[in-house]
C-alpha cells in the first residue's frame, strides 16, 4: 500500500525543537521527491520546503530558512523535518506529502502544540 | 515569490448545479505548472488537478481545471453531497511553492 506513515502529535515549549518524521512504503523512495506543508488551526496550507529523495538537496521557504532542516534516511525510506526555536505561532498540523512539484500523497499529518 | 487569490471565499450551491472557482496569480505561473486539491475537515489534502487541467488518478471527470497564465478556474460541473470541503489551488512554476487561501464550498 503506498503510504507515507507520520510520527505521532507532540507538545513543546516555546524556544524548543520539534523533529517529524515521515515513513514511505509502498514505491521507490528515491523517485519522489518530499515536501512538508503546515496548516494552522483553521487556516490555509503553507509550503515549508522540499527534500530530494536521490541526493539530499533542498528547498527551503525563505520565511523558515535558519529554522528549519530537512534530511532522510533513504534505508530506512524516512524523511524527517525538524522545526527549531519554536514560537506560539508554529502550533499547526505538519504534513509530509510526495512530491516536490504538485503533491500527490499525503501523510495524515502530525499536530505539534507550542505552548508554555 | 508569486501570491495566489482565490475567488470567491465561500460559495453555497445545491447538489446538481456547477461550480466556478477561481484562482488567480500575481505573476504568469510559467508552463501552467498549477495544481488544485480538496481538503475536508479533520483530512489531509488530495489531488485533484495538475498541470492546470490534468485530472488526477481516481478523480470524477465532474472535476475539470483550465486556465494559464495568471488565471485558472476549476469547475465541478454537477455537485454532488460530498463535495463539500475546502478548495485550494497552488502553484509550482517558481522554486517557491505557494497555495491559495482557499475556497470554501457549501452544498445546501
Known amino acids: 500500500q503506498v503510504q507515507l506513515v507520520q510520527s505521532g502529535a507532540e507538545v513543546k515549549k516555546p524556544g524548543a525543537s520539534v523533529k517529524v518524521s515521515c515513513k514511505a512504503s509502498?514505491?521507490?523512495?528515491?523517485?519522489?521527491?518530499i515536501s512538508w506543508v503546515r496548516q494552522a488551526p483553521g487556516q490555509g496550507l503553507e509550503w515549508m520546503g522540499w527534500?530530494?529523495?536521490?541526493?539530499?538537496?533542498?528547498n527551503y521557504a525563505q520565511k523558515l530558512q535558519g529554522r528549519v532542516t530537512m534530511t532522510t534516511d533513504t534505508s530506512a525510506s524516512i524523511a524527517y523535518m525538524e522545526l527549531r526555536s519554536l514560537r506560539s505561532d508554529d502550533t499547526a498540523v505538519y504534513y509530509c506529502?510526495?512530491?516536490?512539484?504538485?503533491?500527490?500523497?499525503w501523510g495524515r499529518g502530525t499536530l505539534v502544540t507550542v505552548s508554555s | 515569490e508569486i501570491v495566489l487569490t482565490q475567488s470567491p471565499g465561500t460559495l453555497s450551491l445545491s447538489p446538481g448545479e456547477r461550480a466556478t472557482l477561481s484562482c488567480r496569480a500575481s505573476?504568469?505561473?510559467?508552463?501552467?505548472?498549477l495544481a488544485w486539491y480538496q481538503q475536508k475537515p479533520g483530512q489531509a489534502p488530495r489531488l485533484l488537478i495538475y498541470?492546470?487541467?490534468s485530472r488526477a488518478t481516481g478523480i470524477p471527470d465532474r472535476f475539470s481545471g483550465s486556465g494559464s497564465g495568471t488565471d485558472f478556474t476549476l469547475t465541478i460541473s454537477r455537485l454532488e453531497p460530498e463535495d463539500s470541503a475546502v478548495y485550494y489551488c497552488?502553484?509550482?512554476?517558481?522554486?517557491?511553492?505557494?497555495f491559495g487561501p482557499g475556497t470554501k464550498v457549501h452544498i445546501k
Open positions: 506529502a510526495r512530491g516536490g512539484a504538485y503533491i500527490d500523497l
Open positions: 509502498g514505491y521507490t523512495f528515491t523517485s519522489y521527491g
Open positions: 527534500i530530494s529523495t536521490y541526493n539530499g538537496n533542498t
Open positions: 505573476q504568469s505561473v510559467s508552463s501552467s505548472y
Open positions: 498541470d492546470a487541467s
Open positions: 497552488q502553484q509550482y512554476g517558481s522554486s517557491s511553492l505557494t
